[in-house]
């Protein structure tokens, strides 16, 4: 019986997702003590940083086995049409958590039918901004039966 892994995508190769020495506890660490998954994508502008993320986690023989398929992406777009199980989205919350195109990040792989975690804040938008675009991920969640979860890093930790 083959064992179907859960597609997983970061939106973010900073610290919250990949961690550095200063910064040990990352989303991708924990996730890789738990197992059961790939990282089909990385999303992140800054192609540098992905890039160096990306082949720290292959030179690893413990994490090699979760990279092996990853590709580094430039977009979320990109991401959304991979199809991801689950992706996880720690950008600054300057660049989501609003109607606003582009914005609407958690919205868009909601709407497709994709599980969100997103690191908190939510949002830096004004309140009654905030309160349509939460409504409208609120609604999207219940018509797709999809799982967003909001967190803090912390909140995991032993």
Same mark, same amino acid.
């Given at each position: #019986?083959?064992? &179907?892994?859960?597609?997983? *995508?970061? %939106?973010?190769?900073?610290?919250i997702h990949f961690g550095t020495?200063?910064?040990?506890?990352? !989303?991708?660490?924990?996730? $890789?003590?738990? *197992?059961?998954? $790939?990282?089909?994508? %990385?999303?992140? /502008?800054? +192609?540098?940083?992905?890039?160096?993320?990306? +082949?720290?986690?292959?030179?690893? /023989? !413990? &994490?090699?086995?979760?990279?092996?398929?990853?590709?580094?992406?430039?977009?979320?777009? $990109?991401?959304?049409? #991979?199809?991801?199980?689950?992706?996880?989205?720690?950008? /600054? =919350?300057?660049?989501?958590?609003?109607?606003? +195109?582009?914005h609407d990040l958690e919205l868009?792989?909601?709407?497709? *039918? %994709? !599980?969100?975690?997103?690191?908190? =804040?939510?949002?830096?938008?004004? /309140?009654?901004?905030? *309160?349509?675009?939460? $409504?409208?991920?609120? &609604?999207?969640v219940q018509k797709h039966n999809?799982?967003?979860?909001?967190?803090?890093?912390?909140?995991?930790? &032993?």
């Open positions: #019986m083959e064992v &179907k892994l859960l597609r997983v *995508g970061f %939106i973010g190769a900073g610290a020495p200063m910064v040990p506890w990352d !989303h991708a660490s924990r996730l $890789e003590k738990v *197992g059961g998954f $790939e990282v089909i994508g %990385i999303v992140d /502008p800054d +192609q540098k940083r992905a890039t160096m993320v990306l +082949q720290e986690r292959l030179s690893s /023989p !413990h &994490k090699r086995q979760f990279y092996q398929n990853c590709q580094l992406l430039s977009n979320s777009d $990109e991401l959304l049409n #991979m199809k991801p199980d689950v992706v996880f989205i720690g950008i /600054p =919350p300057a660049f989501r958590g609003s109607l606003k +195109q582009e868009r792989f909601v709407e497709a *039918g %994709i !599980h969100v975690f997103v690191e908190k =804040p939510l949002s830096v938008v004004p /309140p009654e901004e905030f *309160g349509l675009y939460a $409504e409208a991920v609120r &609604k999207a999809v799982i967003l979860s909001v967190g803090y890093m912390f909140s995991y930790n &032993k």
